[in-house]
């Protein structure tokens, strides 16, 4: 059985389909890529399955269970969580603040015990400052040093880290990353690709669906890719037989569709 599967997963805005009749799945431990041209659909792919917007037709099984009409809390909690295609960082925050957020949902005290038993919170959150430093630590060592820093003072491609970082700690089983290189530079986007290829080192039967532009990301590494053209699937397979396959030549060049 898939570990995630959509059927028929659709939804209209206004008239338009954004997404049309999408089946998917993945299975358990494999990274898969999206790609598209702009508007595609590839983002509100992403949102149907993180429950961000509701399914106008169409289902999405995830782990055996019906997730179609959940909340994005409750997808969360479940095991789906993501980064987006531009930062949902809380910038205000410092940076380990914005990865224990992701610690929030195995959080045990209350507020009631933050009054009469601070002692037992404390450890709590020392505990969980603890998990998120060894999760920064992991992608970037140095950014420990600057736990206390401002979000918006650390530089874009850590930033990216902090969010993967962030929807690690909560364990989930699959890991939504939208464009994580928009944004940054040759070099940079080879460290993001390391970073996660390491993803898989550290949760090896972690799924990730990466949606991306830059085909050297495509190329290197999901195993299988998705294409979406106009809300729709129009290909699926490897990295060759998508890049050859001629209604995907004609999305991106244009034209009609075979
Ligand atoms: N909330 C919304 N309300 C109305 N239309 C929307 C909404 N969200 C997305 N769309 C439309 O749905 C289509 C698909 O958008 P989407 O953001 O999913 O594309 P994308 O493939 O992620 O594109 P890009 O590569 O530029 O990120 C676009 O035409 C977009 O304008
Ligand atoms: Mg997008």
Known sequence: MALLETKDLSINFGGLWAVNGVDFEINSGEVVGLIGPNGSGKTTFLNLISGIYPATRGTAIFNGEDITKAKPFEIYNKGIARTYQSSRLCWDLSVADNVMIGLYKNQKSSLTQAVFRPGKVNRELADNL???????????????????????????????????????VGQPKILLLDEPTAGLNDDETMSMMRDIGKIKEKIQDICIIIIEHDMKVMKEVPERIFVFNAGEKIAEGTYDDVVHDADVIRAYLGGAKA
């Open 130 to 168: 603890q998990e998120a430093m060894d999760m920064l630590c992991y992608f970037n060592p140095d950014l420990v040093d600057h736990r206390y820093d401002l979000t918006k003072n650390i530089p874009h491609i850590d930033r990216r880290r902090i969010e993967i970082s962030r929807a690690l």
